[in-house]
């Protein structure tokens, strides 16, 4: 079954009084548990793209479903509320909440959520912490770590809340490449043991050769969709 | 519900992080909150003393709680007079039904009736004196003569003092005059007139008039007397103010009300005291009560050297020096001329040079002066135009349109505790009330009908204006008018009858009854419990309603009229200031807070990303105001708080002038720290950092999760 279908869309941005589109009808499926890699320059759409699926943005012409759900007819509380449950968020400059610790940071979207004991949620904190292996900082600011640990950080953050789908806009971009593709494979490990869709732009070759599946675009439409290297 | 606190919690916690995080702006908007709590507490402190010292002041003094008068006069009462003079009131005819229904009413404590007035007293003319006490003495030679026509030596010795003392002011009076005459044009009509005065006055300094004046002084005086002493300009009225009252029952019920000098007027008798301030300010002689100025002026720092208007009072005291060489006589003058020589020290034989020199004074020699003035010539001098024991004359315009007058006699000076220095309550000279009555000449039937009785006694029909003209030289009783009307300067006899009746009028005691029952223009009402004061205003206006009496209730604050306005206007002052204070902390405040929501908007617009609702974002932006404005409102509070008690143990604000006395209503104001002003400052302090905390919560919410994504560069 997809868990994100988007058909169609178009996204057009207001620079001034030119119109400048940045998707152009574009369509694309995604399947439950896929490591999907959307590739490009920068420009072609990849953010915007993300973006549409992430509820974040809404198109200008077409539909996006996420998780079975049409966002053009939700509320914006609604979804937020999707956000908050079915997605989670990997940003590529990491994105904490300076004045909390990796902990706080991590347990920060299960607070909203508001449905887990505290005892639940310390347990849920903890195991990912040990997962993404930053568990020795969870007392720390994310000013004490290095760019590595806090977008290891942010992957727990997404993850905390057991979603459906995380998207990463270049999660990678900020990091060496040696961190960066321990990231990835952070990722990859994760979607692999709990089968949670990952959805992630880049434009590195050598992070794109991680994915079960590729797609390029350019120009704000799809040019490729071939199955990675790693499928 | 356990993850909702918890939820809060982190919006507690993040908030707190986040001021710590940015202490350098925390602690600017914390230290305008903070200064403005400060300011609020000290100032309400500060305020509520100075209401409730004023309050205190005006209660005690005249107005007492509430005031009566009658509903249709022209004017509303102002017991301390407004802009315009006294209040038009119309009387009250009969204060005995007044009294018994104002009583009846519960929580009534006391009722005062009152008459207040302005009038006319005669200030005295130093030549009528000083004619006087020579024709007193003259008498006494005459009675005393011996049968060769020889005088007891002392006797013979003051009456050549006295004499000398009459011809100096008449030589001084001849100068002056003769150098008026070289500068001033008189018009023609006037030129026989002036040639006359100036005959008359040649002729008495003259040594052909002197050396007959002890041959037969009568006649001699009889010529000073009409002709001379209308030449001297001094003498004249001024004005008093005053309550009529029942004094026991005044004094009973004003408690800040305080006899200063003399006594109390006895029970029911007839008397006046004289306000302290009206003293001190208008019956004083002028240089003496310039130097007390000029002392209190530099006892609070002012210097001669800098201050214009004690460079004045320096210039004047040195200048018009006619009001003391008038009064001293020749032997006096010497004393005084010898004493200055000695002082100074100086050549000068003239006192008229002399006492110039002496009061042109500066810093260095103040206070030296100042002490030799009043240790030497004071003794010397009447300071005080009247003093405790005179009978004094008051008249004024009565409500009949003649000019009534009437004698009383001095028994004390009076002053209004906490309004020492006030022109407002201290110049209130406080009388009986039959006098009031006498002065306000309200006819009532009984007197009507003896007026008729006398006229028909005497053979007048009416009294025609000219003979009302007369009336200013009278100066009788209304009840008996036409009895001095015999001739404009009344002759021995009639003074000797008006002497006899005076002695029955100063010395009659008046029953409760007598006072009670006549007319009055107000009445003062004091309540047992005054914080009742609007239901007892509230009850008393149905109480005088029901007995079909014309009369209104006001309270203290109308009452004291400009004085109540002036308070209000204070207060307008203070919070107005507050008010900017707390406008201009605001637009800082909320200045502040903006740009810390724009630094923060990548970090809400992931809160937002990430599943955070809008009310998230709102109550995290407002709790952080709110949390600043409570920690460091509450430590202002404290520290306003502190500095009050501060003030009080250190004893208070001293007053450096007279009308800060009057505002804090005595010699310093010691600040109350009262809880509704430490409220208020809590609450005007959360307040204003809420309202300065909701633009940026608002725009905070605008942040779009969108802001997330943008890459940091």
Known sequence: MAIVSVRNVSKDYLLGKTVVPALRELTLEVQGGEFLSIAGPSGSGKTTLLNLIGCVDTPTAGSVEVDGQDTSRLSERKLTDLRLHRIGFIFQSFNLVAVLTVAQNVEFPLLLQGGLSSRERGRRVGALLEAVGIEAYARHRPSELSGGQRQRVAVARALVTRPALILADEPTANLDSKTGESVIDLMKEMNRRDGTTFIFSTHDPRVMAHASALVRIEDGRIVAREQGAAA | ?713
């Not at chain 2, 008068?69 to 005995?96: C, H, N, T």
């Not at chain 2, 008798?269 to 302290?276: E, P």
């Not at chain 2, 005595?666 to 302090?685: D, K, M, N, Q, S």
């Open chain 2, 1 to 713: 519900m356990r993850s909702r606190i918890r939820a809060a919690s982190v919006l507690l916690l993040i908030a707190f992080r986040n001021l710590f995080a940015s202490r350098v702006r925390t602690a600017i908007v914390g230290g305008i909150i903070g200064l403005g709590a400060v300011l609020v507490v000290f100032g309400t402190a500060v305020v509520d003393s100075l209401n409730a010292g004023m309050a205190r002041s005006i209660q005690g003094s005249l107005a007492g709680h509430l005031q009566l008068y009658r509903k249709d006069s022209p004017d509303p009462l102002q017991v301390y007079g407004g802009m315009m003079g006294s209040s038009r009131l119309e009387p009250i005819r009969d204060f005995a039904v007044v009294k018994r229904v104002v009583e009846a009413v519960p929580n009534v404590k006391a009722v005062v009736p009152m008459g207040i007035d302005r009038a006319f007293v005669s200030s005295g003319n130093v030549f009528d004196v000083a004619l006087e006490k020579l024709r007193a003495d003259a008498r006494e030679r005459l009675a005393a003569l011996g049968p060769a026509g020889e005088v007891p030596a002392e006797l013979d010795f003051r009456w050549r003092a006295r004499k000398a003392h009459v011809r100096r002011m008449i030589t001084l009076l001849h100068e002056e005059l003769g150098e008026a005459r070289k500068l001033v044009d008189v018009p023609p009509a006037e030129r026989a007139e002036r040639a006359r005065q100036w005959a008359d006055l040649e002729r008495a300094d003259s040594e052909e008039f002197w050396g007959a004046f002890d041959r037969d002084p009568l006649t001699g005086l009889e010529f000073l007397e009409n002709r001379i002493a209308p030449l001297q300009a001094d003498g004249g009225f001024m004005f008093i103010r005053y309550v009529g009252t029942d004094l026991a029952a005044f004094q009973g019920a004003f408690d800040r009300m305080k006899i200063v000098e003399g006594r109390p007027v006895p029970p029911g008798q007839r008397g006046i005291l004289l306000g302290k301030f009206y003293a001190e300010e208008y019956l004083k002689l002028k240089h003496a009560r310039r130097l007390d100025k000029i002392r209190e002026a530099r006892e609070h720092g002012r210097l001669i050297a800098k201050d214009e208007e004690l460079q004045r009072w320096v210039k004047e005291n040195s200048t018009q020096t006619r009001d003391i060489l008038l009064q001293l006589d020749p032997a006096q003058a010497e004393l005084a001329a010898d004493a200055l020589r000695r002082f100074l020290p100086s050549t000068e034989q003239d006192l008229g040079k002399l006492l110039p020199i002496f009061f042109r004074t500066d810093d260095a020699t103040f206070d030296a002066r100042y002490r030799f003035f009043y240790d030497r010539l004071a003794p010397l001098l009447q300071l005080y135009m009247f003093r405790v024991g005179d009978t004094i004359t008051i008249k004024a315009a009565a409500k009949s349109g003649y000019m009534n007058a009437v004698n009383v006699k001095v028994y004390g000076l009076v002053a209004f505790e906490g309004l020492e220095k006030s022109n407002l309550a201290s110049i209130f000279s406080i009388m009986d009330l039959q006098s009031f009555r006498d002065l306000y000449g309200w006819v009532t039937p009984e007197k009507e009908a003896e007026i008729a009785a006398l006229k028909k006694e005497a053979g007048l029909s009416d009294l025609d204006r000219a003979s009302a003209e007369a009336e200013l030289f009278g100066g009788g009783a209304p009840a008996a008018p036409v009895v001095t009307h015999a001739g404009a300067i009344p002759d021995a006899p009639v003074r000797h009858e008006r002497r006899a009746r005076d002695a029955d009028l100063f010395s009659r005691v008046y029953t409760q009854d007598e006072i009670d029952r006549g007319v009055v223009l107000n009445a003062a009402v004091l309540l047992g419990d005054p914080r009742r004061l609007k239901e007892t205003r509230a009850a008393l206006q149905a109480a005088v309603d029901r007995a079909g009496l014309p009369l209104t209730v006001i309270d203290w604050k109308e009452a004291a009229g400009s004085l109540g306005q002036y308070m209000t206007g204070l207060q307008f002052a203070l919070y107005g200031s507050a008010f900017i204070l707390f406008a201009i902390a605001l637009v800082i405040m909320n200045n502040a807070m903006v740009m810390a929501m724009l630094q923060r908007v990548k970090e809400i617009g992931t809160m937002r990303a990430v599943g955070a609702q809008r009310r998230f974002v709102l109550l995290m932006s407002l709790v952080e105001s709110i949390a600043i404005g409570l920690a460091f409102g509450v430590a202002g509070a404290l520290v306003g708080a502190a500095l009050v008690l501060g003030v009080r143990l250190a004893g208070g604000f001293p007053t450096t002038n007279d009308q800060l006395q009057f505002l804090f209503s005595g010699p310093t104001l010691l600040p109350r720290l009262g809880g509704g002003g430490f409220a208020v400052a809590l609450t005007i302090v959360v307040a204003v950092s809420i309202a300065s905390g909701i633009y940026p919560a608002i725009l905070a919410t605008r942040i779009t999760p969108l802001e997330a994504m943008q890459s940091e560069d």
